[in-house]
């Protein structure tokens, strides 16, 4: 590794520590350097809070070093008044020297634009260092801004014999589990990273989820459900005061408390996600059932597919929905085996 990925890799490793807290915007660090020394360092912690070149400026104790001094930020700084000031700006009026960018952002707002600012100030200007790890990064950010949709992660476990469920009868509710407890607080984990979290009905009406990360430590996400005839009891652990929730629906567009309805003529996924874009919803985990994972599956929508294959075997029942590729990843987790696919 040369010094400038070395350092770069060091804003990727500060800008993860914002995952799960700067939805919408992206995770950026950003790493001071004069003379082979950081000097100052940052990262964006929350939502509406300072930038990471803003925080690594801020850690500089002595000022006067910054005209000498070299930035390494994983994304373009920004160019526009949002939550906060244009980067760019800030970093002209310290005068750095050199900047090195990890990626261009792609929204429409900055793309290309902090990058002219910081140039015809007369800034030295480096683009590209480890640019598909910093893209990699913001996966979420730039599918929203370049697709036009969020960033869609399928999550299902299944039987060792490829089965997701047991065969039910109608009083039959309740949550057969197949993964092992160390993977469903994994799991948890997983929905904290992501913005929203979308059911079906029927899951809803079987295994009454609440669908938060009591498990773990972090946010819980926006809980989104398909029902289109509203017949969900409204006593539902998904509509408890935890977390804000969506339903999807034919029949009403409402705000009632942490609840919101939303009509749509259809409910197929291109309604859903054009609504939820609408919505500055980056990314939704989907946990299911069979039914609305094959929806997204068939139309191709996704971009990501978790899969849990647990040890026990059902012999008869709903069968998973099967990917017609190799898992880019294959890793054992407590006693279940993790498949990871990437489109």
């Known amino acids: 590794m040369s010094m400038n990925e070395i350092y770069m890799q060091r804003c990727i490793d500060l800008a993860r520590l914002g995952e799960g807290n700067v939805a919408p915007n992206p995770m950026v660090g950003a790493v001071i350097v004069w003379k082979d020394k950081i000097i100052g360092e940052g990262y964006h912690q929350k939502y509406g809070n300072a930038h990471a070149e803003v925080n690594a400026i801020q850690a500089v104790e002595d000022k006067n070093l910054l005209k000498e001094a070299t930035m390494y930020v994983s994304l373009e700084p920004c160019a526009h008044f949002g939550k906060?000031?244009?980067?760019?700006?800030?970093?002209?009026?310290?005068?750095?020297?050199?900047?090195?960018?990890?990626?261009?952002?792609?929204?429409?707002?900055?793309?290309?634009?902090?990058?002219?600012?910081?140039?015809?100030?007369?800034?030295?200007?480096?683009?590209?260092?480890?640019?598909?790890?910093?893209?990699?990064?913001?996966?979420?950010?730039?599918?929203?801004?370049?697709?036009?949709?969020?960033?869609?992660i399928l999550k299902w476990a299944q039987s060792k014999d490829g089965f997701m469920d047991k065969n039910r009868n109608e009083n039959d509710k309740g949550v057969f589990w197949i993964s092992a407890p160390e993977t469903q607080v994994l799991v948890h984990q997983w929905r904290a990273d992501e913005h929203s979290i979308l059911v079906g009905?029927?899951?809803?009406?079987?295994?009454?989820?609440?669908?938060?990360?009591?498990?773990?430590?972090?946010?819980?996400?926006?809980?989104?459900?398909?029902d289109s005839q509203l017949k969900s009891a409204i006593d539902s652990n998904i509509f408890g005061e935890e977390a804000p929730t969506i339903v999807l629906n034919k029949i009403k567009t409402e705000i009632k408390g942490n609840l919101e309805w939303i009509k749509l003529a259809e409910l197929d996924t291109a309604s859903i996600l054009a609504a939820l874009h609408e919505r500055n919803i980056q990314s939704v985990f989907i946990e299911g059932g069979s039914k609305t994972l094959q929806h997204f599956l068939i139309d191709n929508v996704w971009d990501e597919a978790r899969v849990i294959v647990g040890e026990t075997i059902f012999k008869d029942g709903l069968k998973a929905p099967k990917i017609a590729m190799i898992p880019q990843d294959s890793f054992r987790f407590s006693k279940d085996r993790i498949l990871i696919y990437k489109k």
Request: glycine content about 6%.
């Open 84 to 152: 906060t000031p244009p980067c760019a700006n800030l970093i002209v009026k310290h005068q750095l020297k050199k900047v090195v960018i990890g990626c261009v952002d792609t929204f429409s707002s900055v793309s290309g634009k902090g990058i002219k600012i910081l140039q015809n100030a007369g800034i030295e200007v480096q683009i590209g260092v480890l640019e598909q790890e910093c893209r990699e990064l913001n996966k979420r950010f730039f599918t929203f801004h370049e697709k036009k949709r969020p960033y869609i």
């Open 201 to 226: 009905r029927k899951t809803v009406e079987i295994d009454n989820p609440s669908l938060t990360v009591r498990e773990v430590s972090g946010k819980n996400p926006i809980r989104i459900v398909i």
